[in-house]
């Protein structure tokens, strides 16, 4: 069974940085694809983006992240990070970590009804 738990979220002004962190366990992920959306009150859960697990980092963002925001894995400890640089107010939201065995495919990897394995989310809030 997968297990993820993320952490790193916070309180921090427009402009700063903060980076999260997920932590995997449970199996092996050989062929998984890793990912994190975003969820504001009312709104359904967003991509921010996704990386591959295995052999070389195929990384896919969605457009509003882009040159901001930067996703790695380190293999040997199992877990993924975002790196939010440039962060908005309206980054503002409970930040998920999730991971499939799918296809590496964009119209795949950008829906949550695509993974069944989710952590509890961090809260990263921007202030204005």
């Known amino acids: 069974q997968v297990h993820l738990v993320e952490s790193g979220g916070g309180l921090v002004q427009t402009g700063g940085s903060l980076r999260l962190s997920c932590a995997a366990s449970?199996?092996?992920?050989?062929?998984?694809?890793m990912g994190w959306f975003r969820q504001t009150p009312g709104k359904e859960r967003e991509f921010v983006g996704a990386i591959s697990w295995s052999g070389g980092s195929i990384i896919y963002y969605a457009d509003f992240v882009k040159g901001r925001f930067t996703i790695s894995r380190d293999n040997a400890k199992n877990t993924m990070y975002l790196q939010m640089n440039s962060l908005k107010p309206e980054d503002t939201a409970i930040y998920y970590c999730t991971a499939e065995a799918v296809p590496f495919i964009k119209a795949i990897i950008s829906r949550p009804s695509s993974f069944s394995s989710w952590g509890q989310g961090t809260q990263v809030t921007v202030s204005s």
């Open positions: 449970g199996r092996t992920f050989s062929g998984y694809v």
